[in-house]
């Protein structure tokens, strides 16, 4: 089914520790995001891309890299896991231009720094 | 930066009885979208409904619909004849004319007893 594909579902980092969270998405959509997700804070963002080639900061974007060399594809890297990005992960993304079109989300990434 | 906020962090409702979940913004925008998502214990985040800020009228979805109130800044989401699978985080979002900048509000937690 077509959609946005995050992977993994679950991952247990070491403080210290790097990883990258896959983000993929089937649907030509220009616009694709990173939101961590806190209890009682919302989903917050971390970092979007408009296009390939082109990416910026959102609201929380320290400890972590993103690079958009596809359109389908958004990785998002932690460079040294700390604890304070323990969080819920969800990659997102949407057609480009003005239109009334919320966001399709991925399922979702639970990672826990220990 | 526009913020939202979702002064009720949980609710709970009777089974066919009606609810409704408050959501405020902050914006010097005049075009804009809004958006209500549910997060059901899966994870996932579905979109429940939208409204463009042009439009008067206000936007329904079968049980769900939504009073917005443009000068009050004001976007509730009102769930008619409350059904257990209506349980879940709902979050209020916001989304400029420039599709990546979505901002969401804390969530409320919508509890539906039977």
């Known amino acids: 089914n077509a959609g946005v594909t995050q992977t993994p579902k679950f991952q247990v980092l070491k403080t210290g520790q790097s990883m990258t969270l896959q983000c993929a998405q089937d649907m030509n959509h220009e616009y694709m995001s990173w939101y961590r997700q806190d209890p009682g804070m919302g989903l917050r963002l971390i970092h979007y891309s408009v296009g390939a080639g082109i990416t910026d900061q959102g609201e929380v974007p320290n400890g972590y890299n993103v690079s958009r060399s596809t359109t389908e594809d958004f990785p998002l890297r932690l460079l040294s896991a700390a604890p304070s990005q323990t969080s819920v992960y969800f990659c997102a993304s949407t057609r480009g231009g003005r239109s009334n079109y919320g966001y399709t989300f991925g399922s979702g990434t639970r990672l826990t720094v220990v | 930066a526009q913020t939202v906020t979702q002064s009720q962090p949980e609710m709970s409702v009777q089974e066919a009885e009606t609810v409704t979940l408050s959501c405020t913004y902050d914006t010097s925008e005049s075009d804009y979208y809004l958006f209500w998502y549910k997060q059901p214990p899966s994870r996932q985040m579905i979109l429940v409904i939208r409204q463009e800020a042009y439009k008067q009228q206000n936007a329904t979805e079968n049980r769900f619909s939504v009073n917005f109130q443009k000068a009050a800044k004001s976007f509730s989401l009102k769930i008619s004849d409350s059904q257990l699978g209506d349980a879940a985080m709902y979050f209020c979002?916001?989304?400029?004319?420039?599709?990546?900048?979505?901002?969401f509000g804390a969530g409320t937690r919508l509890t539906v007893k039977p």
């Open positions: 979002a916001y989304r400029s004319a420039a599709p990546f900048d979505m901002r």
